[in-house]
């Protein structure tokens, strides 16, 4: 099918930018929050990053009025649904709130609409019977920041049809982003699995005193080649949110080796989330 209409459902840091990506690729896209404070930050943010790509030269700002004709930001679901071919969502990661979200959505859009979630790690078999139709129903995963990191993990469960699959691999490429398919459902798909499998050695060598922050960040950069150390990327990413992924994985599992290392739930529990607080693996002074 021919894509004309994505609804962005939630209007956070990755809502927004993922929003933001689809218009700046001739998308016509409503962003969506049920909060009015959280869509007008989102249109602020929108407003000051294209101004900030004229002043760089980046874009004309003739382009830039063109893509802020076709990316609307609205407290009205209705007026986001309408006529969307598309929706991805990216609300709480809570499985009841997936599944309000979806239903409610559900009656407001065409029967041939894709759902899309955002989701790190819920997939969508556990929420996909909200719907008429679960077959068209997917984990569509970016990854933050939205608008430069190119991986997209399109993710297949056994209810989804593999025609959705394709037009998600194809709609990936449209936006000037990576496809990365994942054919069967598993916790954390690709990159947050092997994402965690090295923050936790990363944390167990940390704790056990085997070596500093620093030189764990440096052996990893200048060793393997990555760009950022595992610490730095966790104190980037949120501790927070690293927290809440490990414990929901023990949840499931009961296994003890899921559970997030003690220096973390230390971290955790001061509310050192990493950057966003001013301080995590790292300090990062105020601005």
Same mark, same amino acid.
């Given at each position: 099918?021919?894509?004309?209409?994505?609804?962005?459902? $939630?209007?956070?840091?990755?809502?927004?930018?993922?929003?933001?990506?689809?218009?700046?690729?001739?998308?016509d896209v409503t962003c969506y929050s049920r909060r009015q404070t959280?869509?007008?930050?989102?249109?602020?943010?929108?407003?000051?990053?294209?101004? $900030?790509?004229?002043?760089? $030269?980046?874009?004309?700002?003739?382009?830039?009025?063109?893509?802020?004709?076709?990316?609307?930001?609205?407290?009205?679901?209705?007026?986001?649904?309408?006529?969307?071919?598309?929706?991805?969502?990216?609300?709480?990661?809570?499985?009841? *709130?997936?599944?309000?979200?979806?239903?409610?959505?559900?009656?407001?859009?065409?029967?041939? *609409?894709?759902?899309?979630?955002?989701?790190?790690?819920?997939?969508?078999?556990?929420?996909?019977?909200?719907?008429?139709?679960?077959?068209?129903?997917?984990?569509?995963?970016?990854?933050?920041?939205?608008?430069?990191?190119?991986?997209?993990?399109?993710?297949?469960?056994?209810?989804?049809?593999?025609?959705?699959?394709?037009?998600?691999?194809?709609?990936?490429?449209?936006?000037?982003?990576?496809?990365?398919?994942?054919?069967?459902?598993?916790?954390?798909?690709?990159?947050?699995?092997?994402?965690?499998?090295?923050?936790?050695?990363?944390?167990?060598?940390?704790?056990?005193?085997?070596?500093?922050?620093?030189?764990?960040?440096?052996?990893?950069?200048?060793?393997?080649?990555?760009?950022?150390?595992?610490?730095?990327?966790?104190?980037?990413?949120?501790?927070?949110?690293?927290?809440?992924?490990?414990?929901?994985?023990?949840?499931?599992?009961?296994?003890?080796?899921?559970?997030?290392?003690?220096?973390?739930?230390?971290?955790?529990?001061?509310?050192?989330?990493?950057?966003?607080?001013?301080?995590?693996?790292?300090?990062?002074?105020?601005?």
């Open positions: 099918m021919e894509f004309k209409k994505v609804a962005m459902i $939630g209007a956070g840091t990755m809502g927004n930018q993922i929003a933001m990506q689809c218009a700046i690729c001739g998308y959280t869509v007008d930050k989102a249109q602020a943010f929108s407003d000051k990053w294209f101004a $900030g790509r004229v002043a760089k $030269g980046k874009m004309t700002q003739e382009e830039v009025d063109e893509i802020q004709k076709r990316l609307i930001f609205t407290n009205d679901l209705k007026t986001a649904c309408e006529g969307a071919d598309l929706v991805i969502e990216a609300v709480a990661d809570v499985i009841d *709130t997936k599944k309000k979200v979806l239903a409610d959505v559900d009656a407001l859009t065409p029967d041939n *609409t894709i759902y899309a979630s955002n989701s790190s790690y819920i997939v969508a078999s556990l929420f996909c019977d909200a719907v008429k139709h679960p077959e068209r129903v997917i984990n569509l995963h970016f990854f933050n920041p939205a608008l430069v990191m190119k991986c997209v993990e399109v993710v297949k469960g056994p209810h989804a049809s593999q025609e959705v699959i394709d037009e998600m691999v194809e709609f990936v490429k449209s936006i000037k982003k990576v496809p990365s398919v994942v054919n069967k459902e598993i916790y954390g798909f690709i990159v947050n699995r092997i994402f965690s499998a090295m923050t936790k050695e990363a944390c167990y060598l940390l704790d056990q005193g085997v070596a500093s922050v620093e030189d764990i960040d440096n052996a990893v950069k200048n060793g393997l080649g990555h760009s950022m150390g595992p610490l730095e990327l966790l104190d980037m990413t949120g501790i927070d949110l690293e927290y809440d992924v490990l414990m929901q994985k023990y949840r499931l599992t009961g296994d003890l080796a899921d559970k997030p290392s003690p220096g973390l739930v230390e971290r955790y529990a001061r509310g050192d989330y990493g950057r966003k607080t001013g301080k995590g693996f790292y300090e990062y002074p105020a601005k």
